[in-house]
């Protein structure tokens, strides 16, 4: 079907959560123009001789900067950074300014949050009502409560879905839309909550039947198996997936954290094991079994990032191995000549470094990759020792 064959359409709707109202745009204005104003006058205090800058003064102190950045070692994590902040900000001001469901007598219409130059990209779609064979809900695939359902429609080819609940109809009062306030865990409180959809609405006057969504839920059968469930065995096979590379390359990798972030590892297994839980609750998995599988995935993700971040941090590195003094005291710490490095504090094969002065001299291999942190390279010191402990063998 092209797009001349719907009539212009009588009700747009914007999707609530992208939506920007005008206080939202003068509030993000004014933090826009108070950021930079403030960025500009703390620079002018502390330089003010930039006012007298010429073009090619200006352009050196640009390249300068750039290959500062482009050197630096949290050079992919600050650009991936960047990155993720344009595309966020981009994509809310598109869905803004462009994202809408257009209904019609003949049809509904789905444009995409792109502008009109890059409408080539086949992300919009569009239904004719009488094409419309079958309309099916599904809860979201991740979903902490029952308004992360998903309509689904059917034609003979195709099919497509969006959320009822979070597209708005910009003339209809405050009090009649949707919020984000609402949770609906129960069939009640859902077709309350689909009462203020106007893409419910205005569908149910076009005779379309929406059986799913008054049907009970299937019913949980009493002997669970997490082996035989298509979600929970898929689940089960992360999990073991997980572990074993985390097993393989923790054994395989010779260089180690300095100071263990223990918060990587924590907060990257809880967001894990969150996303774990919201999948596996809207899939018909019994509490007790979804909640302890996903406290697994969430340890399994915790124990995977410590071998995980170490290759990160390796591949991001931008200028290899660095070879560094370090002193060692009597506690058998190891502290750096440069301020700026870590002080390393050596808890096993004690007799190994027993046999250095105090205050003597010690050169490390050290890596400071894009996320920030340092690693010790431990092949060098571990063939030393294996020469030493060989030594002491023979004596």
């Known amino acids: 079907m092209s797009t001349t064959d719907i009539v212009p359409q009588t009700l747009i709707l914007k999707h609530y959560r992208r939506h920007l109202s005008k206080f939202h745009i003068s509030v993000l204005m004014l933090v826009l123009v108070l950021t930079f104003a403030i960025m500009a006058a703390f620079t002018l205090l502390a330089h003010p001789e930039i006012l007298q800058w010429t073009v090619q003064q200006w352009q050196e102190v640009l390249v300068i900067q750039?290959?500062?950045?482009?050197?630096?070692?949290?050079?992919?994590?600050?650009?991936?950074?960047?990155?993720?902040?344009?595309?966020?900000?981009?994509?809310?001001?598109?869905?803004?300014?462009?994202?809408?469901?257009?209904?019609?007598?003949?049809?509904?219409?789905?444009?995409?949050?792109?502008?009109?130059?890059?409408?080539?990209?086949?992300?919009?779609?569009?239904?004719?009502?009488?094409?419309?064979?079958?309309?099916?809900?599904?809860?979201?695939?991740?979903?902490?409560?029952?308004?992360?359902?998903?309509?689904?429609?059917?034609?003979?080819?195709?099919?497509?879905?969006?959320?009822?609940?979070?597209?708005?109809?910009?003339?209809?009062?405050?009090?009649?839309?949707?919020?984000?306030?609402?949770?609906?865990?129960?069939?009640?409180?859902?077709?309350?909550?689909?009462q203020h959809s106007p893409l419910w609405r205005y569908a149910q006057t076009q005779n379309l039947v929406f059986n799913a969504l008054t049907q009970a839920p299937e019913p949980i059968p009493e002997n669970f198996d997490l082996l035989k469930h298509p979600y929970t065995s898929k689940a089960l096979y992360v999990f073991f997936a997980l572990l074993f590379y985390a097993v393989i390359d923790f054994n395989l990798n010779r260089e180690n954290y300095i100071n263990v972030p223990f918060m990587y590892f924590i907060t990257g297994g809880a967001v894990f094991g969150s996303f774990a839980f919201a999948g596996l609750s809207s899939k018909g998995i019994p509490a007790a079994e979804h909640g302890v599988l996903s406290l697994f995935l969430a340890g399994a993700m915790a124990f995977t990032l410590y071998p995980a971040l170490l290759r990160v941090n390796q591949f991001t590195d931008m200028q290899g191995l660095q070879s560094h003094v370090y002193h060692i005291h009597e506690d058998f710490s190891l502290h750096p000549v440069e301020p700026e490095l870590p002080v390393i504090q050596m808890r096993k094969n004690l007799d190994y470094w027993g046999q250095f002065p105090v205050n003597g001299e010690y050169r490390l291999n050290l890596r400071q990759g894009g996320l920030g942190f340092y690693q010790l390279n431990w092949v060098a010191i571990e063939q030393d020792m294996r020469e030493f402990y060989k030594a002491q063998r023979k004596k």
Request: aromatic share 14%.
């Open 66 to 194: 750039w290959q500062r950045y482009r050197t630096s070692s949290l050079f992919y994590l600050n650009t991936f950074i960047l990155l993720l902040s344009v595309y966020q900000l981009l994509s809310t001001l598109f869905a803004h300014f462009y994202e809408r469901v257009e209904l019609g007598l003949q049809g509904i219409r789905y444009v995409p949050p792109l502008p009109t130059w890059l409408r080539f990209v086949p992300l919009g779609w569009q239904f004719s009502w009488q094409e419309i064979q079958a309309i099916k809900t599904k809860p979201a695939t991740i979903s902490l409560n029952r308004l992360g359902l998903k309509l689904e429609l059917h034609s003979n080819k195709r099919k497509k879905s969006l959320n009822p609940l979070y597209w708005i109809d910009l003339q209809a009062p405050h009090d009649a839309r949707p919020t984000q306030a609402w949770q609906a865990f129960t069939d009640a409180e859902l077709q309350h909550a689909l």
